[in-house]
């Protein structure tokens, strides 16, 4: 019995395995009330029908997500697996850019080299990495100089969109740097509105998710978004 009822439930998505269940309410034959749990597959369904089917989520709205540490471990093994988990499953807004920022000489086919054992690629997701990867970008640059930063602004501004598009910065960096680093983006990568989210540091691919459908919606007024690694 309980082999058969395991083999009915839907495949799941490697993304949807990530996230707990939620809860919904149902009104069964005696119009009690009462919370049940949702499966996974209906939890990404709803999330999915919201991304694209919602009009208060923006979804024509351009976002640039900058990754701040591009080229540590913690940005190779956490950050750019779960956006491209996020990117393949269309869990993201369909305009939606990466681009990689550190001090490193970087380019776009080294980041994917170094993050190649940890995106858990099928063959059958190969065109569909190419064209995540096709959104990214690199911009190298000092953490402590403005000018870098003013490149780094210049560069965004020239992505589709960018000029008007939602920037978040996740900070995937130590905590000596997030002076100049936030003090940098403040005076030369800013749009017209800021707020400033920590993002927890327990757990990356709940971090990300949650921004993107949780965070992302709520501040949907808000042009700029900066997230801190906490360690």
Same mark, same amino acid.
């Given at each position: 019995m309980g082999? *058969?009822?395991?083999?009915? *439930?839907?495949? &799941?998505? *490697?993304?949807e395995r990530e996230v707990s269940s939620a809860t919904r309410t149902r009104n069964p034959a005696t119009d009690e009330k009462m919370s049940i749990p949702l499966s996974r597959s209906e939890v990404f369904g709803e999330l999915r029908?919201?991304?694209?089917?919602?009009?208060? @989520?923006h979804q024509s709205d351009v976002h640039v997500f900058i =990754?701040? #540490?591009?080229? #540590?471990? &913690?940005?190779?093994?956490?950050?750019?697996?779960? +956006?491209?988990? /996020?990117? *393949?499953?269309g869990l993201l807004p369909e305009q939606?850019?990466?681009v990689g920022f550190a001090r490193s000489a970087l380019t776009v086919d080294a980041i994917r080299t170094a993050c190649m054992p940890y995106l858990k690629v099928a063959d059958t997701e190969v065109d569909r990495l190419s064209a995540f990867f096709g959104r990214n970008t690199?911009?190298? #640059?000092?953490? !402590?100089?403005?000018?870098?930063?003013?490149? +780094? %602004?210049?560069? =965004?501004?020239?992505?589709?969109g960018g000029p008007g598009a939602n920037r978040l910065?996740?900070?995937?960096?130590?905590?000596?740097?997030?002076?100049? !680093?936030?003090? %940098? =983006?403040k005076h030369h990568c800013m749009s017209t509105k800021s707020v400033h989210i920590p993002v927890s540091?327990?757990? !990356?691919?709940?971090? /990300?998710? %949650?921004f993107f @459908?949780? !965070? /992302?919606p709520a501040v949907s007024d808000c042009k700029s978004i900066t997230c801190k690694w906490r360690v």
């Open positions: 082999s *058969r009822a395991s083999a009915e *439930r839907p495949q &799941l998505t *490697r993304s029908k919201e991304l694209y089917d919602d009009e208060e @989520f =990754i701040m #540490g591009a080229s #540590g471990d &913690l940005a190779k093994k956490k950050i750019y697996p779960t +956006l491209w988990w /996020l990117f *393949r499953d939606t850019y990466f690199y911009v190298s #640059g000092k953490y !402590v100089d403005g000018d870098s930063f003013f490149k +780094l %602004n210049t560069h =965004i501004e020239s992505l589709p910065f996740y900070l995937a960096l130590p905590p000596t740097v997030y002076h100049d !680093v936030t003090k %940098n =983006i540091d327990v757990d !990356v691919p709940h971090s /990300l998710f %949650n @459908f949780l !965070v /992302l």
